[in-house]
């Protein structure tokens, strides 16, 4: 089977603007991907590009195996950044509107507009609209909106803002039982920790080039650096091949900077032998992908000046 | 198809249940049919009164005191008519008072003695030719019953009937060419052309603004409420726009039919207090360029406010901008006067042909006279491919404008939007 999304070196300028510099990817089917990238980066042209509102000057983008067409409209689901409704219309007239114009018929729309209220605890606004609700509730229609049709490919851009944890929440779990159903969701967000817990792969963008690229994982472990994370009581300046000693914000973890000659397992095996340390939890650190996209989008001079010294770390 | 069906219903359902297109469109017409009825009844009442003071005195020449009615009321009628025979045909007539000369009856006009006089050719058995003079030239006054009886009776006395005179009898016993006298009934009978082309120009305006209204409302929504991006998603610009265009016309199509229908039937109602209209009959060819330019005015609005819309952000800033439209648009309505005194000089026709003022200046035009074949087809083509080139430049705009989300757009993003592949 075809990959969900195809694209191949698009580029895209606005006069003498490169908005989208000869930008490759693909999104496999029934993955959760998360396109990342600072503001201004070229996510949403690309996104533009991906949904035909905008044509790439050059490159090819395939989506659910063809080039795109209106039919191919009818099976996505589009959730953009920029994003309202009527307000004046009573919610599920207004969903199953929306359903309509995806290629559904009235009456199942309005079934599914009903249902879809229901899950998203908006059964009791069935009949009220989208100006008397709050921006919260606001914001969960207008995901109904995007997923009404039960689209194959669902394309959604920073869905989680102006929510609050618990319907954080609601979204998220509707996300992956769609993933589950084998939907294929593409993500731009901006809550890291979001995608480090969803997204299969992402990609990153930075100045309308192509900057990060791969398996989450994959690409935390590219950007680990020679380090452990450990708990527990103990000088731990005073370890063999410890080069700098970071502790988190907590204080309760500490992050050991390894020089070149020493391997976590030798870290871990002294901190056995030695009746110096009392250990609770030991790991290998992975940089959060926070830290990576900080230090890829602000210039690794940012990241370096948030990290201690280590003198300061034994002062 | 189906898309711009789907936004057409959506759109014309939207509107009939919002409570201010319910109040104008039904509104408008409930109240004035109620004034109508107030009007009727406080006259009623009025007239009541008159007639007690006034005793059950018959309405004839001899009873009647001038000055106790104006000379625009009905009531004026009731001043006897006279008339001046040159054809030897008629002896006396009841209810017409003989002149000898038409001096005579100029005078006997003039003085307020009759109301009016006719004045029978010489040659009439040729022609079949009465002239009617008057006063203040007054379609719905003119009854003509009296002098007609007159001429049949004096037709069949003659009794020869000879082919002419059955022809006459038959068909055109007379043909009356009113003639008005002086400068007052000449500013009369202009008059009567200009409401009549004033009328039609403002049917025009009024339709095509109303419509335009709603229009800029309705293409402004999607930005007002960045809804336009969920949309685009779903289908094209062009559906979104075409649907909402057509939505809105219907609706201002329904409302403009309500109120016209409402303001005939009351017309019709008020035939005897506004005796003025009710003789106004315009050619064939004159309905048909009224029609034309109607259906091609209001799409030319509605078209040149769809590129309003698609130009401004909100609702407001395209009301402002509208007023760039408008203004020459309404050019003709201050030139009416000389569309009324010479709609065939070079400055009506300059002004038929540059569509933004074509609309109007033909119905100006066309209400008042023959409008050549030629200038007709060329002024409505043009005006035809500028409706195609507005509704293009609009749906590219349209376009643009939902991609810049509420942002008020710059020149440069318009050349550039507009130039790229959609």
Same mark, same amino acid.
């Given at each position: 089977?075809?990959?969900?999304?195809?694209?191949?070196?698009? $580029?895209?300028? =606005?006069?003498?603007?490169?908005?989208?510099?000869?930008?490759?990817?693909?999104?496999?089917?029934?993955?959760?991907?998360?396109?990342?990238?600072?503001?201004?980066?070229?996510?949403? $042209?690309?996104?533009?590009?991906?949904?035909?509102?905008?044509?790439?000057?050059? %490159?090819?983008?395939?989506?659910? %195996?063809?080039?795109?067409?209106?039919?191919?409209?009818?099976?996505?689901? =589009?959730?953009?950044?920029?994003? +309202?409704?009527?307000?004046?219309?009573?919610?599920?007239?207004?969903?199953?509107?929306?359903? $309509?114009?995806?290629?559904?018929?009235?009456?199942?729309?309005?079934?599914?507009?009903?249902?879809?209220?229901?899950?998203?605890?908006?059964?009791? =606004?069935?009949?009220?609209?989208?100006?008397?609700?709050?921006? +919260?509730?606001?914001?969960?229609?207008?995901?109904?909106?995007?997923?009404?049709?039960?689209?194959?490919?669902?394309?959604?851009?920073?869905?989680?803002? +102006?929510?609050?944890?618990?319907?954080?929440?609601?979204?998220?779990?509707?996300?992956?039982?769609?993933?589950?159903?084998?939907?294929?969701?593409?993500?731009?967000?901006?809550?890291?920790?979001?995608?480090?817990?969803?997204?299969?792969?992402?990609?990153?963008?930075?100045?309308?080039?192509?900057?990060?690229? %791969?398996?989450?994982?994959?690409?935390?472990?590219?950007?680990?650096?020679?380090?452990?994370?450990?708990?527990?009581?103990?000088?731990?300046?005073?370890?063999?091949?410890?080069?700098?000693?970071?502790?988190?914000?907590?204080?309760?973890?500490?992050?050991?900077?390894?020089?070149?000659? $020493?391997?976590?397992?030798?870290?871990?095996?002294?901190?056995?032998?030695?009746?110096?340390?009392?250990?609770?939890?030991?790991?290998?650190?992975?940089?959060?992908?926070?830290?990576?996209?900080?230090?890829?989008?602000?210039?690794?001079?940012?990241?370096?000046?948030?990290?201690?010294?280590?003198?300061?770390?034994?002062? | 198809?189906?898309?711009?069906?789907?936004?057409?219903?959506?759109?014309?359902?939207?509107?009939?249940?919002?409570?201010?297109?319910?109040?104008?469109?039904?509104?408008?017409?409930? @109240?004035?049919?109620?004034?109508?009825?107030?009007?009727?009844?406080?006259?009623?009442?009025?007239?009541?009164?008159?007639?007690?003071?006034?005793?059950?005195?018959?309405?004839?020449?001899?009873?009647?005191?001038?000055?106790?009615?104006?000379?625009?009321?009905?009531?004026?009628?009731?001043?006897?008519?006279?008339?001046?025979?040159?054809?030897?045909?008629?002896?006396?007539?009841?209810?017409?008072?003989?002149?000898?000369?038409?001096?005579?009856?100029?005078?006997?006009?003039?003085?307020?003695?009759?109301?009016?006089?006719?004045?029978?050719?010489?040659?009439?058995?040729?022609?079949?030719?009465?002239?009617?003079?008057?006063?203040?030239?007054?379609?719905?006054?003119?009854?003509?019953?009296?002098?007609?009886?007159?001429?049949?009776?004096?037709?069949?006395?003659?009794?020869?009937?000879?082919?002419?005179?059955?022809?006459?009898?038959?068909?055109?016993?007379?043909?009356?060419?009113?003639?008005?006298?002086?400068?007052?009934?000449?500013?009369?009978?202009?008059?009567?052309?200009?409401?009549?082309?004033?009328?039609?120009?403002?049917?025009?305006?009024?339709?095509?603004?109303?419509?335009?209204?709603?229009?800029?409302?309705?293409?402004?929504?999607?930005?007002?409420?960045?809804?336009?991006?969920?949309?685009?998603?779903?289908?094209?610009?062009?559906?979104?726009?075409?649907?909402?265009?057509?939505?809105?016309?219907?609706?201002?199509?329904?409302?403009?039919?309500?109120?016209?229908?409402?303001?005939?039937?009351?017309?019709?109602?008020?035939?005897?207090?506004?005796?003025?209209?009710?003789?106004?009959?315009?050619?064939?060819?004159?309905?048909?360029?009224?029609?034309?330019?109607?259906?091609?005015?209001?799409?030319?609005?509605?078209?040149?406010?769809?590129?309003?819309? @698609?130009?401004?952000?909100?609702?407001?800033?395209?009301?402002?901008?509208?007023?760039?439209?408008?203004?020459?648009?309404?050019?003709?309505?201050?030139?009416?006067?000389?569309?009324?005194?010479?709609?065939?000089?070079?400055?009506?026709?300059?002004?038929?042909?540059?569509?933004?003022?074509?609309?109007?200046?033909?119905?100006?035009?066309?209400?008042?006279?023959?409008?050549?074949?030629?200038?007709?087809?060329?002024?409505?083509?043009?005006?035809?491919?500028?409706?195609?080139?507005?509704?293009?430049?609009?749906?590219?705009?349209?376009?643009?404008?939902?991609?810049?989300?509420?942002?008020?757009?710059?020149?440069?993003?318009?050349?550039?939007?507009?130039?790229?592949?959609?």
């Amino acid at each position: 089977m075809s990959n969900a999304i195809e694209v191949q070196r698009i $580029t895209k300028r =606005y006069g003498q603007k490169v908005a989208v510099d000869d930008i490759s990817f693909e999104v496999r089917r029934g993955e959760i991907f998360s396109l990342l990238g600072p503001n201004g980066a070229g996510k949403t $042209t690309t996104i533009r590009m991906i949904l035909d509102i905008i044509k790439p000057d050059s %490159g090819t983008i395939h989506v659910l %195996g063809a080039p795109f067409s209106e039919e191919t409209k009818k099976r996505i689901g =589009y959730l953009p950044e920029e994003r +309202g409704l009527y307000k004046n219309v009573p919610l599920v007239e207004l969903l199953s509107y929306i359903g $309509t114009l995806k290629g559904m018929r009235r009456r199942e729309a309005e079934q599914r507009a009903a249902q879809l209220l229901d899950e998203l605890d908006l059964g009791a =606004y069935k009949k009220g609209k989208v100006r008397e609700l709050s921006r +919260g509730m606001s914001q969960k229609v207008q995901f109904a909106a995007t997923i009404i049709h039960r689209p194959e490919l669902l394309i959604i851009d920073e869905p989680f803002a +102006g929510l609050d944890p618990v319907n954080t929440e609601i979204i998220k779990n509707m996300i992956f039982r769609l993933r589950s159903e084998g939907a294929t969701i593409v993500m731009s967000i901006h809550e890291m920790h979001q995608v480090e817990e969803m997204a299969d792969r992402l990609l990153m963008i930075h100045q309308g080039r192509r900057v990060l690229y %791969g398996e989450v994982d994959e690409v935390r472990q590219r950007y680990a650096e020679n380090a452990v994370i450990v708990s527990g009581q103990g000088n731990w300046a005073a370890l063999r091949g410890v080069m700098r000693v970071q502790p988190d914000e907590t204080g309760r973890n500490v992050t050991l900077y390894l020089d070149n000659q $020493t391997t976590p397992d030798q870290v871990m095996a002294e901190l056995a032998n030695s009746p110096n340390y009392s250990v609770r939890s030991f790991a290998i650190a992975v940089p959060r992908l926070n830290d990576i996209f900080i230090r890829v989008a602000g210039g690794e001079a940012k990241i370096a000046a948030s990290v201690p010294s280590m003198a300061e770390v034994r002062s | 198809m189906r898309a711009l069906w789907l936004v057409f219903h959506f759109e014309t359902m939207r509107q009939l249940k919002r409570l201010g297109y319910l109040l104008v469109t039904f509104g408008v017409p409930i @109240a004035a049919v109620a004034l109508f009825l107030l009007f009727r009844v406080l006259g009623s009442s009025a007239a009541e009164a008159g007639t007690g003071g006034r005793g059950d005195s018959p309405l004839g020449a001899n009873v009647l005191g001038e000055g106790a009615i104006s000379e625009d009321s009905p009531l004026a009628q009731a001043r006897p008519m006279g008339f001046v025979d040159h054809s030897g045909l008629l002896g006396n007539v009841p209810t017409l008072i003989r002149f000898s000369s038409e001096e005579a009856a100029l005078n006997a006009l003039k003085n307020g003695e009759i109301s009016a006089y006719y004045v029978i050719a010489a040659d009439y058995l040729q022609t079949g030719k009465v002239e009617a003079y008057f006063q203040r030239f007054n379609l719905g006054s003119l009854s003509d019953v009296a002098i007609r009886q007159a001429l049949l009776s004096a037709l069949i006395r003659q009794a020869d009937l000879a082919p002419q005179k059955l022809a006459l009898l038959q068909a055109r016993t007379l043909d009356v060419t009113p003639i008005a006298i002086g400068e007052v009934a000449s500013q009369a009978t202009e008059n009567t052309n200009l409401l009549l082309a004033n009328v039609f120009a403002i049917l025009l305006l009024f339709t095509a603004l109303t419509t335009s209204g709603y229009l800029l409302q309705s293409l402004t929504e999607e930005r007002e409420n960045r809804a336009a991006e969920v949309l685009l998603s779903a289908l094209r610009p062009r559906d979104l726009l075409f649907g909402k265009f057509l939505a809105m016309n219907v609706l201002a199509l329904l409302q403009t039919t309500l109120w016209i229908g409402t303001a005939l039937f009351l017309l019709s109602q008020a035939a005897g207090i506004l005796p003025d209209l009710s003789g106004i009959a315009l050619r064939a060819d004159q309905v048909i360029v009224l029609v034309i330019y109607f259906v091609l005015g209001y799409l030319f609005f509605s078209s040149v406010y769809a590129i309003i819309s @698609a130009l401004t952000a909100n609702f407001r800033e395209g009301t402002q901008l509208s007023v760039v439209v408008i203004l020459p648009a309404m050019l003709p309505f201050y030139l009416s006067v000389a569309f009324i005194n010479t709609p065939n000089e070079a400055l009506p026709v300059l002004l038929s042909m540059i569509p933004i003022t074509a609309p109007l200046a033909m119905t100006l035009r066309a209400s008042v006279t023959s409008v050549p074949l030629g200038e007709v087809l060329l002024s409505a083509a043009l005006l035809s491919l500028t409706i195609v080139a507005c509704v293009w430049l609009a749906a590219r705009l349209f376009r643009v404008n939902m991609l810049l989300s509420g942002r008020p757009p710059k020149l440069r993003d318009v050349l550039r939007l507009v130039s790229e592949r959609a």
